[in-house]
């Protein structure tokens, strides 16, 4: 060896150096094929350098600390994107260097080279960012650089490379320097090379100076407004579902309506003067952050930042450069007058000067105020109180949404009046206004402090005041005492009820309506509207309280995550044999005092609930769900039956009702419908009050789906254990699988006359959802997800099932998913063109969660989960469920229908199918083995596996990039961490390129496929365990390995091939191969020719594109010692070190290869051409 290095050294020669470089232009580097985490995966060929502080990062989603790094990346300005960022955060700034290196560029074929790149620098800690050059191993500092916080978005850097014009070896270096603190995060994306005639400018269209002929951003844009104008920007970076979003911009005094848009922000001029409302929007309710991304937008007037969010629900409003008074967030100012000691005292009186103002009012004491418009306002009056943020606010005409409010029921008239009980400190936002105008916008208002609350303050008597501050004397009464007080008494007024009768379509969009029992569907519906009104007649409050002291008097398991009181009011409409339709159902989101008799005074509102003795709660018939959905009910006489705590169940404090027979209220209707099915509807005067079958006045017993009266048979028990349980759902799932299962009222749960998943997810539905209500220790026993019939399709939610990846050799084939407007509880298909042996769920959400169920030798699929987790939502083609069949049937495997697909609620969505049929495919088996000359250990018996063992190995083949001939579907293979990561005789040495050629006409490729080498010599797929497949009919054929820096080998005789697995042997004599000396015995091992950097079909070591120069090349040019690790050509011996001198360097190999002695000899590549 000694020997052979002094001959290297000697015919050190001149000739063109070629290395592994890009030389294809333009070359653009959006770090898309890069591995997201820390620190990630790099490709093609990005190095993090050795020797500095820190590491450059992949990275999405943003930076894990606030207020520096981006959100979104520049490519794509969304969350998904990918970018570079190295993190100051734990890096004990300042000065700590991260450098990052390019892959080499051969720019000898531009002639007017430049390198453009995206940065971000946002921190008030920044450091500094540089661009040095590495110029075949030189390093030249500092050609570029940017210091300090560049703001919220991404910049332009750019780099004339013309200086360097005919350089082969040009390596961009990026290296970042940490600030002062952890707030110096810095990133980078989409690096440029290649020609380009350089026009510096603004490329923003927004901007005043925007430039089209500009094609680098040098950070100029000017976005100022004419006189009178100010300049609105809106940025918005997307979440996972884009599609999701809408917002606009509006003028707050007029309505109209100034920019809106979806995915992308907007800058524009306005009015200086104008009243701006900003809202965003979610079509899902779950805003744009953080669950599926961490979106973001922001609001600058003239550069000053409104408003940054993106947590919310279905929307979020911003009012901004409006007047005082405006909108919640411009409040006008309250100054109040001092308390005293004595009671009442008027804190403040105002005037309002516009249609609807709004104040922000803190009570300085707890205790009981008026908030007034009696005896200074002659006109019609309103009042709200919300003691909830601005953003949360539901407003609306009525007084549905508010904390307090009052519209004509404070008892003066039309002049609106608020009594309640405040807490000291809580800031509420008072909204004063008339109705439709009628006070012109003026109206004087006054707050009035009463006194704190004084009562007995012993929660051990029965009269204890819950709302006291101010204990009474000798005034609590001992439980047990026969002066206590009988208790409140709840009424349903019949009267409120029939006079507010109303039939109206209502066009239903709120997914929650239906889930929360206000329909029966969603779209057009036809409801018979009304009004509620519930009184306390009794002589003490009915006390409910706040969800935070009295927890057991609250749910917030339903659909809009609200903190509802259970058992406000039930809406039940029983035909005339007794059967109840479930066509309507309210929960308490408020119970307040909306008004009270003379003598009386209000006291609860939504922060503390409750109905003061001789007041009442109204949800009048234009309040969302107070009416039942009649859109399905057939011509008949019905009675609608009103009724309230109707389970008998006592307040926070313990106090029953004098009377429970009086908490109903009912009214008979007769509906009717015309030719065209339009109802209509009028009242029975004649109206029996309701008895149940036992013959009890408003009882609640009923009759059970087998028709016996208060039977024990509950609807979905298929166990017939009396319970609704995971078993009935696996019954249900067991039963259609068997084909042993008709429908009748007992278990057609949706009542459609099918047995299907439907029936099953419901029931899932069933118990999951009244489980969980049980555990929240509500003492509402009102189970309604398990009374059926119920369910409907919902009409918003569309989900789509494909087919992929066949495999013939595995015999498997996937089910794709997409659903990106629903989580997915259950699915029911059919397959056709195969019988299936079993199915494994593929969706990572629902691992240990999902049952999926299959007949041996059938075709129908249902996966269910019995644990009510749903499958994510996915915008994009997912795998669902892997198919493993028993035989093929027919020319197509195809989605032969879907029964049903059912959302995270049990209702049915509506299904498609595309790309449901894969065409079955010929498939030819063969196992290739061969050795690696450089890599093979002929001591050892195998071949080495440094490359993986050093993360070197691509996950995507490299064959395609590096121009060999792909055929018949070859190229594009990838291969997972789970197989690199595997040790030991199946390791993975590197990939392979296996072709099958012509019999008669070898130069022929037929098809091919980029497998993976494992240690022993096997070929496999890039799975790690198949056979390489190949789409072509059985028959005889040249099987060839290939491989990127080794000649390639060809069996010199024809193979036949067919669908079970053939072996091809290259590492013995005994397999002949086609040429002379293709091969390189290794003590008998025969293995393929190391040495071809060049990629071509010659060995040589010096003279014109020889293999060695290259390897200098690699290392710097310059000084033959150093050492370059990555995944080269130029890595000859697969060590993952390019190295031209010292120990198992790779220079040597090629002479070796070529005879050792006469370095002008050369080998030649024997596959036919």
Known sequence: ????????????????????????????????????????????????????????????????????????DHTTGNTEGVYLYTSAAGSNSPN?????????????????????????????????????????????????????????????????????????????????VTGSGALSD??????????LNANLGCTDPSAANYSALANINNGSCIYSCPAEQSRVRIDLVADRYPSEISWTLKNGSTGATLANGTTQGTSLCVPSNACLVFRINDSYGDGICCGYGNGLYRVFLNDVLVREGGAYGSYEETAFNCPPGFSCSTPLPLTLAPIGTTFPVTLATVTTTSIESWYDFTPPQTGAYTITTCGTNSCDTRLWLYDMQCGQLNLSNGIEGATFGDDNDGGCGLQAVVNANMSAGVVHHLRVGDNAGACNGVVTVSIIYNGPVVGCMNTLSCNFEPLATVACADCCIAIGDPECPTGPDLIMSSSALSSSLALANMTITDACAPVEGCTRGLGSREVIRFTTRIENIGITDYYIGSPSSQPQMFSNQNCHGHNHYQGYADYILFDQNGVALPVGFKNGFCVIDVGCYPGNTAQYGCSNMGISKGCYDIYSSGTTCNWIDITDVEPGVYTLVLRTNWQRRPDALGRHEQDYTNNFAQVCLDITRNAQGVASFSVVTECEAYVDCLGQSYGDARYDCTGVCNGPVKRGDLSGDFIQNPPDAMTYVSSIIGEDISPTPCNDLNEDGEITVTDAALMVNCYTQRDIHNQ??????????????????????????????????NKTVD??????????????????????????NLAPSLVNFISVSTALGGAKVIGLSLVDSSLVRNTAPTPLVRINYLNITGPNICIASITDIVNKDANDVITRISSGCLAVPNTLAVSPKVWLDGAYD????????????????????????????????????????????????????????????????????LATRCALLQRDGDIVDADGSSPVLFPLSPGNYRVAVRHRNHFGIMSNATVALGSTTTVVDFRTNATSTWGTNARKSINGAMAMWAGNTHVDRSLLYTGEDNDRDPILVVIGGVVPTGVVSGYYLEDVNLSGDVKYTGIANDRDLILLNIGGVVPTNSLTEQLPQ
């Open 1 to 72: 060896m000694k020997a052979i290095a002094a001959t290297l050294l000697a015919v050190f020669v001149t000739g063109t150096m070629h290395a592994q470089c890009v030389s294809s232009y333009p070359s653009s580097e959006p770090f898309t094929s890069f591995t997201v985490g820390t620190d990630g995966t790099l490709a093609n060929n990005w190095t993090n350098e050795t020797g500095d502080d820190l590491q450059w990062w992949v990275d999405k989603d943003g930076t894990p600390t606030a207020n520096t790094g981006p959100t979104g």
């Open 96 to 176: 700590k260097t991260a450098i990052v290196q390019s892959p080499c560029y051969s720019i000898g074929s531009l002639s007017s080279p430049v390198v453009t790149f995206w940065y971000h620098m946002r921190g008030s800690q920044q450091g500094s960012l540089f661009l040095d050059l590495n110029v075949n191993g030189s390093i030249i500092q500092n050609v570029w650089s940017a210091t300090g916080d560049k703001g919220y978005y991404w910049k332009q850097g750019w780099l004339n490379l013309t200086p360097y014009v005919g350089q082969g070896n040009v390596r961009l270096r990026f290296r970042a």
């Open 186 to 195: 810095l990133a980078l994306d989409d690096v440029f090379v290649g020609n």
């Open 776 to 809: 929240q220790g509500v003492g509402v026993d009102y189970h309604p997800w398990c009374e059926f019939p119920r369910g409907y399709l919902s009409t918003p939610d569309t989900v789509t099932l494909s087919l992929a990846n066949l495999d013939p050799v």
């Open 815 to 840: 089910v794709m998913i997409t659903n990106p407007s629903c989580l997915v509880l259950g699915y029911e298909f059919d397959l056709g063109g195969l019988t299936i042996q079993s199915a494994q």
């Open 938 to 1005: 002929d001591v050892a018996g195998t071949m080495r596996d440094d490359l993986r063992a050093t993360s070197r190995i691509p996950n995507s083949e490299p064959y395609t990039a590096l121009g060999f001939t792909q055929a018949a579907g070859g190229g594009g293979e990838t291969v997972s961490n789970a197989v690199l990561n595997i040790t030991g005789s199946n390791a993975v040495v590197d990939w392979v390129l296996v072709e099958l050629r012509d019999a008669a006409s070898p130069h022929a490729i």
